[in-house]
C-alpha cells in the first residue's frame, strides 16, 4: 500500500488545486495586474478535470482495446501477414499533428468530446501497438513450446506465458499513450470539448496569462498523478 502514497500525494494535490484556485485570486492579479478577471469565470475547475479526466479515460480504453488486440493478431498465425500494415497505419496515426487529427476527426462526429475521443484513440495508438508488438515478440520460443508440450492450448499459452511476460512492456506503452493524450486532450477546447485547455485557450485568445496558467497547472499535476500511478503498478 505505501508505494501508492506518491500518486496519492499528487492526486490530493491535484484536487486541492482545483478546488482552491479561485483562493489564490491575489497571487493571479500580482501575475496579472492589468486584467480585472483572473479566475476562469466559466466553468469550475473541478467540473474541468472531471471532463478531461473522463475523455481521456475513455479513449484510453480504446486504444487499448484496439492496439493490444490488433498487436495480438498480427502476432498470431492468422494475421502475421498483416504485421507490416498494423504497424505503418499506427505510426501514420501519430505522424499528424494533433491539431490536424481534430480537424480530420470533425466532419465526421461533429464538434465535442466524440470528435477529441477520436483524435485520442488515433494518436495513442502507436505506442500501445508498438510496445505490444515489441513485448510479445520478446517472449523466448522455447518458453512458448515448452507451454504447448505440457499440453497448453494457443489461448491458454497467449493468457498465461506470452501476456505476463510481456505485460511491462503492454504497460510501458499504455503508459506513454494516457500521458500523451493528457497534454493533447486540452486542445479539445479548440473544437467544443469542455477540458482543462478551456482557461488555457481563453488566456491565449484574451492574453491573459492567469488563465494559461491555471489550465497549465492542473493539466501538469493531472500528468504527474496518472504517471506516478502507472510507475508503481507491478
Same mark, same amino acid.
Not at 9 to 17: E, K, N, R
Given at each position: 500500500?505505501?508505494?501508492?502514497? $506518491? ?10 488545486a482545483a478546488w482552491l484556485m479561485p483562493a489564490l485570486k491575489p497571487v493571479f492579479q500580482a501575475l496579472a495586474?492589468? %486584467?480585472?478577471?483572473?479566475?476562469? $469565470? ?5 467540473? !474541468? ?5 473522463? &475523455? #481521456?479515460?475513455? @479513449? ?5 482495446? &484496439? =492496439?493490444?488486440?490488433?498487436?495480438? +493478431? ?5 494475421? /502475421? /501477414? ?16 494533433? #491539431?490536424a487529427v481534430l480537424a480530420l476527426s470533425v466532419p465526421a462526429l461533429g464538434y465535442g468530446a466524440e470528435a ?9 495508438? +502507436?505506442?500501445? #501497438? ?16 515448452? *507451454?504447448? =508440450?505440457?499440453? !497448453? ?8 506465458? /506470452?501476456? $505476463?511476460?510481456? *505485460? ?5 506503452g499504455i503508459r506513454t499513450s494516457v500521458t500523451i493524450s493528457i497534454a493533447t486532450a486540452a486542445i479539445g477546447?479548440?473544437? =467544443? ?9 481563453? =488566456? ?5 496569462? @492567469? ?7 492542473? &493539466?501538469?499535476?493531472? *500528468?504527474?498523478?496518472?504517471?506516478? *500511478?502507472?510507475? %508503481?503498478?507491478?
Amino acid at each position: 500500500m505505501m508505494r501508492f502514497l $506518491p500518486p496519492l500525494i499528487w492526486m490530493a494535490l491535484l484536487l486541492a488545486a482545483a478546488w482552491l484556485m479561485p483562493a489564490l485570486k491575489p497571487v493571479f492579479q500580482a501575475l496579472a495586474p492589468d %486584467r480585472r478577471t483572473v479566475i476562469y $469565470p466559466r466553468d469550475t475547475f473541478l467540473s !474541468l478535470l472531471g471532463e478531461h479526466v473522463v &475523455i #481521456v479515460a475513455v @479513449a484510453a480504453v480504446i486504444a487499448i482495446l &484496439i =492496439g493490444v488486440g490488433a498487436a495480438i +493478431l498480427v502476432t498470431r498465425r492468422m494475421g /502475421e /501477414e498483416f504485421l507490416p500494415l498494423v504497424s505503418q497505419l499506427a505510426s501514420i496515426g501519430q505522424t499528424f499533428p494533433p #491539431v490536424a487529427v481534430l480537424a480530420l476527426s470533425v466532419p465526421a462526429l461533429g464538434y465535442g468530446a466524440e470528435a477529441v475521443i477520436m483524435a485520442l484513440v488515433l494518436y495513442g495508438l +502507436l505506442p500501445i #501497438v508498438r510496445n505490444t508488438l515489441a513485448g510479445l515478440q520478446s517472449v523466448d520460443r522455447g518458453v512458448i513450446e515448452s *507451454a504447448r =508440450g505440457i499440453g !497448453l492450448s494457443p489461448r491458454q499459452v497467449l493468457l498465461r506465458v /506470452e501476456l $505476463p511476460i510481456a *505485460a511491462p512492456a503492454i504497460l510501458g506503452g499504455i503508459r506513454t499513450s494516457v500521458t500523451i493524450s493528457i497534454a493533447t486532450a486540452a486542445i479539445g477546447s479548440t473544437i =467544443g470539448a469542455n477540458t482543462l485547455g478551456d482557461p488555457i485557450i481563453s =488566456g491565449i485568445v484574451n492574453n491573459n496569462i @492567469a488563465f494559461t496558467l491555471q489550465g497549465a497547472v492542473l &493539466i501538469g499535476l493531472l *500528468a504527474v498523478t496518472v504517471d506516478s *500511478a502507472f510507475s %508503481r503498478i507491478r
